[in-house]
């Protein structure tokens, strides 16, 4: 494209918050025949919240296994480790326990944790300040002085762990995954103790948008680190079949690959650290401003309003540009 294209190009695009970083991105995004979706945060809204509980643990009370949940998931930054940490504090406070203010609650930092990515985490929770903490919040407890390895994550963590989840309580984890909640399993020792149901909606204009691309003959596929189940149940709500799913960021640049290897111009839309590689790896990177900063600077195109509808706009864009120099 001519200077002055580019020109036009980039600024139209910055006036609608679709920042292009310069005229080669803007001229690849035309030729894009695939775009792959990341799920979280980039076709669900990624604000997910603990909408059930299933509770197992035979000793301890749900409050007792949502204050241990929350005192490992307070070490993470993952969305899913968030919305623990806000559940715990919202039923505790239901139940009556904590400060009455709006402050909320806070939760110990334990010892050492073991962040896994695509995983989980894995914790020891030191039994004496565990104790501490429930009797300064006048929770009843039931947990001695001993440590307690505590681990909070998806099947593969618990299948990493040796843990087996009992067959109710799977088949309870399908059910919510077939509605396209993702299920978090809890465990205490050797024990599963509690199962998290947690959803994340489908931003308002991702199936519209999925549907329109579809239409200017782009084909959409998703690539998520979440599991088969949620992975699909989203993929039908949104109207994407080629599923790509429980897969690592590494992973995600295989599907990438693979789509190239068939001559396809690929493009990827997401949001993570764990996106950045694919980003990198596809022909168009597409990051939402919302996303990290890792995300952000491995992509060629960054939406500042996070609407789905500024990726038609950024191939739009890249047409327009193309054919003003033809
Ligand atoms: P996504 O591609 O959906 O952003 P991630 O690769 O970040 O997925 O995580 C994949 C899966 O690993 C999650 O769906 C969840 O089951 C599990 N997981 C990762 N981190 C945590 C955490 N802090 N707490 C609970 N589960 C987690
Ligand atoms: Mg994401």
Known sequence: ATPTAIMVGTGVGATHGVLIKGGDALEKACNVSCLVFDKTGTLTVGHPSVVDTLHLHP??????????????????????????????????????????????????????????????VVCAVSGSSHSQYMKRHKIPFASVAQDLRVCIGNRKLMQAEGLGVPDSADLWMKKQEESGRTAVVFSVGSTVASIFAIADPLKPEARDVVEYLQGMGIACAMASGDNWRTAHAIGREVGISDIHAGISPGEKV?????????????????????????LVASDVGIALGSGTDIAVEA?????????????VMAVDLSKATMRRIK
């Open 59 to 120: 000793s301890m009370s749900k409050e007792e296994c949502a204050v241990l949940a929350a005192t490992v998931e307070s070490s993470s930054e993952h969305p899913l480790a968030k919305s623990i940490v806000k559940h715990a504090c919202e039923s505790l406070l239901a139940a009556g326990y904590g400060p009455k203010d709006d402050e909320g609650m806070t939760f110990d930092t334990p010892g050492e944790v073991d962040i896994r990515p695509g995983y989980g």
């Open 254 to 278: 295989e599907v990438i690959r693979e789509m190239q290897r068939n001559n396809v111009s690929v493009g990827m839309v997401g949001d993570g650290v764990n996106d950045s590689p694919a």
């Open 299 to 311: 992509a060629d195109y960054v939406l500042m309003r996070d609407n789905l509808e500024d990726v």
